[in-house]
């Protein structure tokens, strides 16, 4: 970045009253995070899954939960251990800092599933996660409209072939499988309930902050 559009960064900082943080996989990278960038970059981070002829599109996708269910959770639940032992890079605090120096504070709008933000000690009230989050499961066939955390969600994957070990994780309500409540590709059971909950906390508080 040249030394001129930094300036020019500075400038509107200076002139702005509020912060919307858009971020996608890239977010994540400086973390330690894979960005799943093309079929070679998800196989550079699963090989097992370029072993198996799998695709990116046909890993995050429903249909993996029913043709392979340990081998779609293998892949989801080495992802819920990564995040969880991953520490947001300095990134984070910048924006943070930066955002609550500001009169309407901040807002963040964000592709990411890996929870980062709130790991980051941001408001969880100001973060609008638009393709959901792996901190939470669903009902495969979305039997009811409830969501379930998975903090707690004991995690045990073969390394070498991606495959998930023991019991795999159930819907409490009909005894089926459960899924990340995540907005895959060829997505017809995602439960929204939980962005929609997000979006309307986020529209409150900045129209509340706006009102200032």
Known sequence: ??????????????????????????????????????????WKAYPALEKE????VEAANPKAFHANPRLAWGFYGHRIQLYRRTVPHPGFDILKHLGEQLSHGYFVYTSNVDGQFQ????????????????RFTQCLMNCTQQIYPADNLPVHIDATSCQWQGP???CRNCGGPLRPNILMFDDWHWNDMRQALQEHVCLTGFNKSSAR
Do not use: K, N
């Open 53 to 56: 002829g799998a695709r990116f």
């Open 168 to 170: 795999l994780p159930l």
């Open 119 to 134: 790991r980051a000690g941001f408001d969880p009230d100001s973060i609008y996660e638009c393709h959901g989050s792996i």
């Open 1 to 42: 970045m040249h030394a001129s559009q930094i300036e020019q960064i500075q400038a509107w900082l200076q002139e702005a009253d509020g912060l919307l943080i858009t971020a996608g996989a890239g977010m994540g990278v400086d973390s330690g995070l894979p960005d799943f960038r093309g079929d070679e970059g998800f």
